[in-house]
């Protein structure tokens, strides 16, 4: 894409999901941010050697991840679960946030994949083109990544200890 315009039109229409995705890996909006703007930084430069324009949106999501990922290894601070909560994005209800709870639990490269998978809609072999690895690789960490996730919803949706037990008398 040589002109400019062209090119703020491209980054205008992909900025939104690139930092959903981001925030959906990081958990913060602003490291999302940065990610985002890194990844679409990226894109700026690396276009024009995207020799199959097809594969434009896996080969985005790619960059994306990978500034998410590089992002979230740079970070030297363990996050506990109430600073999360602080700067995770907001929720409209009890099961999003359970389910938000839930991802942010992930390893980060499982998160990643489980957020191209169920949010972008890409199949296991578009998902491993975006993450560089092997499509079997993507369909265990689903696998892993689904268990994780059942595992932390059941708990989550269980009545707590002293509630049950108030309750029950």
């Given at each position: 894409?040589?002109?400019?315009g062209s090119l703020e039109r491209l980054i205008s229409a992909v900025?939104?999901?690139?930092?959903?995705?981001?925030?959906?890996?990081?958990?913060?909006?602003?490291?999302?941010e940065d990610a985002a703007q890194e990844a679409c930084a990226s894109m700026a430069v690396s276009l024009s050697s995207l020799k199959?324009?097809?594969a434009f949106r896996t080969w985005f999501y790619r960059l994306v991840v990978?500034?998410?990922?590089?992002?979230?290894?740079?970070r030297h601070e363990t996050v506990t679960l109430l600073e999360a909560e602080?700067?995770?994005?907001?929720?409209?209800?009890?099961?999003?946030?359970d389910l938000s709870r839930a991802l942010q639990n992930l390893q980060t490269n499982q998160r990643a994949i489980v957020l191209l998978h169920y949010y972008a809609g890409l199949s296991s072999r578009e998902i491993a083109n975006a993450a560089g690895i092997p499509a079997a690789t993507v369909r265990f960490h689903l696998v892993l990544a689904r268990r994780a996730l059942r595992h932390a919803l059941d708990v989550a949706a269980?009545?707590?200890?002293?509630?049950?037990?108030?309750?029950?008398?």
């Open positions: 894409m040589s002109d400019s900025w939104p999901e690139a930092f959903r995705l981001a925030a959906g890996i990081l958990h913060d909006p602003a490291l999302a199959n324009i097809a990978n500034e998410a990922i590089t992002i979230s290894r740079r602080s700067r995770m994005i907001e929720f409209d209800n009890a099961e999003a946030l269980r009545p707590k200890t002293s509630e049950a037990l108030s309750n029950a008398h």
